[in-house]
């Protein structure tokens, strides 16, 4: 292997943020990309293989334009860059930090931080309906919502509308406390939490006792038409076929409906076929309907929850393509029979 030296200037206001703490970012790339990176000053070289310098240096790059936007730079984003340089597209990375879809109320940008997630966003813009399905940590919920508070905002819908079936995990709660609201509360909890974030729990308080925003169990959408409303639901993989084509019959003029979910965690009884899946068969060739397929890589949450993601992806692959095995047994006492 021929060695390279490729040397360039690397403003030193911002390699703290892109080197990390200890330089672990700067660690794992040289790991990674197998690298050696010196840093002096304004100035980096990197010494490896021609090409392996080359993607170091379009990671050094879009970390750069990162942190000179305002951005602290995570283990995400180095993971993601990394991810990205193995396909020679890392430079839509600085696209991504363009594409704001609103604040929190903290001030926090909420933007798609992947391209799988950009391509949701986009699908989400342009269709009536959009299905996002992918495992747990994309941002299928959040990125929702956050589209959802934006219209509502712009005067484009005048309500929001969030459901989820009311199906424990695997688990029975036996009969709740309280009111109708206070029993369906802990199936929706996620929802409010995402609200709360992105609107605030005032404001949300005050758009839910104007009827404005609605939280409420799938169960309850039966016999309504939902007239310029943004409609999302959530948690669609423990729908029932039937449930799935009540919900989606209830779209009404000016209104637009995400459906999110993960095939990977149904709660339905086992031999229960999820709506979800129907639906993503029979609906896949109607126009302003899109599907948006989001993976492993699109995980945002902590790194650890991508691993984990993967690992079981893996896994349940492995176990799909074992056959099962004939017992021996029964052969034996078939042939004593005879």
Same mark, same amino acid.
């Given at each position: 292997?021929?060695?390279?030296?490729?040397?360039?200037?690397?403003?030193?206001?911002?390699?703290?943020? =892109?080197?990390?703490?200890?330089?672990?970012?700067?660690?794992?790339?040289?790991? @990674?990309?197998?690298?050696?990176?010196?840093?002096?000053?304004?100035?980096?070289?990197?010494?490896?293989?021609?090409?392996?310098?080359?993607?170091?240096?379009?990671?050094? %790059?879009?970390?750069?334009?990162?942190?000179?936007?305002?951005?602290?730079?995570?283990?995400?984003?180095?993971?993601?860059?990394?991810?990205?340089?193995? @396909?020679?597209?890392?430079?839509?990375?600085?696209?991504?930090?363009?594409?704001?879809?609103?604040?929190?109320?903290?001030?926090?940008?909420?933007?798609?931080?992947?391209?799988?997630?950009?391509?949701?966003?986009?699908?989400?813009?342009?269709?009536?309906?959009?299905?996002?399905?992918?495992?747990?940590?994309?941002?299928?919920?959040?990125?929702?919502?956050?589209?959802?508070? @934006?219209?509502?905002?712009?005067?484009?819908?005048?309500?929001?509308?969030? @459901?989820? !079936?009311?199906?424990?995990?695997?688990?029975?709660?036996?009969?709740?406390?309280?009111?109708?609201?206070?029993?369906?509360?802990?199936?929706?909890?996620?929802?409010?939490?995402?609200?709360?974030?992105?609107?605030?729990?005032?404001?949300?308080?005050?758009?839910?006792?104007?009827?404005?925003?609605? =939280?409420?169990?799938?169960?309850?959408?039966?016999?309504?038409?939902? %007239?310029?409303?943004?409609?999302?639901?959530?948690?669609?993989?423990?729908?029932?076929?039937?449930?799935?084509?009540?919900?989606?019959?209830?779209?009404?003029?000016?209104?637009?409906?995400?459906?999110?979910?993960?095939?990977?965690?149904?709660?339905?009884?086992?031999?229960?076929?999820?709506?979800?899946?129907?639906?993503?068969? =029979?609906?896949?060739?109607?126009?302003?309907?899109?599907?948006?397929?989001?993976?492993?890589?699109? =995980?945002?949450?902590?790194?650890?929850?991508?691993?984990?993601?993967?690992?079981?992806?893996?896994?349940?692959?492995?176990?799909?393509?074992?056959? !099962?095995?004939?017992?021996?047994?029964?052969?034996?006492?078939?042939?004593?029979?005879?």
């Amino acid at each position: 292997m021929n060695v390279t030296e490729l040397e360039f200037e690397f403003p030193a206001a911002h390699a703290g943020n =892109v080197f990390g703490q200890f330089d672990c970012n700067m660690k794992k790339l040289e790991k @990674t990309l197998r690298v050696t990176l010196i840093s002096r000053g304004d100035k980096v070289k990197l010494i490896g293989s021609e090409k392996d310098c080359r993607s170091a240096k379009a990671v050094l %790059d879009q970390l750069l334009l990162l942190s000179e936007r305002g951005n602290t730079i995570t283990e995400q984003n180095v993971d993601y860059a990394l991810s990205l340089s193995m @396909t020679d597209k890392v430079e839509v990375m600085g696209e991504l930090d363009n594409d704001v879809i609103c604040h929190t109320i903290t001030g926090k940008p909420i933007k798609p931080k992947t391209v799988g997630q950009k391509d949701y966003v986009d699908k989400i813009s342009k269709n009536m309906i959009v299905f996002g399905v992918g495992p747990a940590g994309t941002g299928k919920t959040y990125l929702a919502m956050a589209k959802a508070i @934006t219209a509502f905002k712009a005067g484009e819908v005048s309500r929001i509308i969030l @459901t989820r !079936p009311a199906i424990e995990a695997g688990e029975k709660l036996g009969f709740l406390p309280g009111d109708l609201q206070s029993k369906v509360d802990p199936y929706l909890r996620p929802l409010y939490d995402a609200l709360y974030e992105i609107m605030g729990a005032e404001t949300f308080m005050k758009n839910m006792e104007k009827g404005l925003i609605e =939280v409420a169990p799938l169960a309850y959408m039966r016999g309504r038409t939902l %007239d310029n409303a943004y409609v999302v639901l959530d948690e669609a993989q423990n729908t029932t076929p039937a449930q799935m084509k009540m919900f989606l019959t209830r779209i009404g003029f000016g209104s637009k409906a995400i459906i999110t979910g993960d095939m990977t965690q149904k709660d339905l009884p086992d031999g229960s076929r999820s709506g979800l899946t129907d639906a993503l068969s =029979v609906l896949h060739n109607i126009e302003g309907i899109a599907v948006c397929h989001l993976t492993s890589q699109d =995980v945002v949450r902590h790194p650890l929850v991508q691993k984990i993601v993967t690992a079981y992806e893996e896994y349940e692959k492995k176990q799909s393509g074992k056959k !099962p095995q004939k017992r021996e047994g029964n052969g034996r006492k078939e042939r004593r029979r005879a």
